[in-house]
């Protein structure tokens, strides 16, 4: 009766072959996931590099420059997704053989018996959505080594391509995309109006990942041009120093003849230093005060046991006080000064 489906079975026995194309966002791009457990970055790249310009037996994680072949960089949404198209690819191959069996059943029916038939329904494949994110967030980048397209929600310092490192020309790029969320805000609270506990809280991550954001692009982006700095004292520096305001600042003065105290007024250093302080407590502490804060960051708006908050005007003041700092080290460490 199924002779068709076992014919249909033992063509496809052993293992079999598919390509399942990954849809791509409305500007080309495909979603990527670094596949180091320690990192798991999602990221996304123009989707025509990726394919042309990303070697098969390696590609490199924008955030932590892991390397892995091209094939393993898939997010959780895409392998469930390419798993349910080669199963529903499946289905249709052997529903051909299941009707043609299904009729053969439902011929030998006798009259005046109990009867009953059998059908078979084609499963529709299945559409994956991209990556939901907020895009006013997103950094795109190019490398200016390969020239390949790649975005990232969170710190990009790597090609997925050639792996160059490209923190010297993206710190801008994360100055101007913090400062257009922080613009966004009130569109970002209107549109989850109808729940203001959910759109208090997402304003309220946002905000601190801007901060976050800041001082990381910052100690990435003053590490790298210090390592490119002739005059500087590269056997000084251990790991984490420029995570250390008073630590980096020192190296810059020895390298540069000047620190962050020489570019920056008293007032504008206290600022900077409560707000590095805070990205200390945000990440290490879950933003709740502690003593050593309090000691560190000389900041009396506080008690031990509160939970700092950080305000629009905070993450503006940071951007605009790094800003200030990492122009004028370029100056600085440039051989023509």
Partial sequence: MFDD???????????????????????????RQCPSAKCKAEFKVLAKDWDSKVPDNRAYCPVCRNEAPSDDWATPAQVSYVKAVALARLKRQLHGALESGAR????????????FSLSVTPDTTPVLLPCAVGEVMRQRFTCERCRCSYSSIGAAFFCPACGHNSVLTTFVQTLETVRNTVAALPSIRQAMGGDPD?????????????????????????????????????A???????????????????AVGKGYRDLLSPQEM?????????????????????????????????????????RESDVLALADLLAKIAGALNILASPHS
């Fill in 270 to 310: 206290a600022c900077l230093v409560r707000y590095v302080q805070q990205r200390h407590l945000l990440t290490h502490a879950n933003g709740i005060v502690d003593a050593a804060h309090l000691a560190k960051s000389a900041d009396t708006t506080y008690s031990i046991g509160q939970r700092i908050v950080i």
């Fill in 236 to 254: 000084k520096v251990k790991r984490g120093s420029f995570q250390r305001l008073e630590e980096a600042s020192a190296l810059w003065q020895e």
């Fill in 198 to 234: 959910a759109a208090h809280n997402a304003v309220r991550l946002i905000l601190e990942q801007s901060v976050a954001r800041l001082a990381g692009a910052f100690e990435h982006y003053t590490e790298e041009l210090f390592a490119t700095t002739p005059t500087a004292p590269h």
């Fill in 104 to 115: 053969q059943f439902n011929q030998r029916q006798r009259p005046g018996f109990i009867t």
């Fill in 5 to 31: 489906l076992i014919r249909e079975v033992r063509q496809i026995e052993g293992s079999q072959t598919t390509s399942v194309p990954i849809p791509e966002d409305k500007e080309g791009y495909v979603d």
